[in-house]
């Protein structure tokens, strides 16, 4: 099971940082990445990170502002988001799947519930 947290309201410029624990088992074997989703619209890729944590891959949307990283011993998953704007706010989901590299939905396994974020102008 993985479980979102650290969503929120923030001005845009801002910055959040949210997080996923996983429970029940590890996902130290898995590729973990971050998917956001607005009213109406497909889910969409935000950032994935490798098994080891040695590599990451972005949006072109957040690239630069966004970073992902992972804690093997906390079984989590972070997004630090920089420089917040209000093309950000939506619900943001964590995932973990066994191919790194494939940013789409169908490349991810197991889904958290999400977390909100709302970036104001």
């Known amino acids: 099971q993985l479980q979102a947290s650290g969503g929120g309201l923030v001005q845009a410029g801002g910055s959040l940082i949210v997080s996923c624990a996983a429970s029940g088992r590890t996902f130290n074997n898995y590729v973990l990445g971050w998917f956001r989703q607005t009213p109406g619209k497909e889910r969409e890729f935000v950032a994935g990170i490798s098994r080891s944590g040695a590599d990451t891959l972005y949006a072109n949307s957040v690239k630069g502002r966004f970073t992902i990283s992972r804690d093997r011993v906390k079984n989590t998953v972070y997004l630090q988001m920089n420089s917040l704007k209000p093309g950000d706010t939506a619900v943001y989901y964590c995932?973990?799947?066994?191919?790194?590299?494939?940013?789409?939905?169908?490349?991810?396994?197991?889904w958290g519930q999400g977390t909100l974020v709302t970036v104001s102008s």
């Open positions: 995932a973990a799947g066994l191919t790194f590299g494939v940013p789409i939905q169908g490349g991810y396994a197991y």
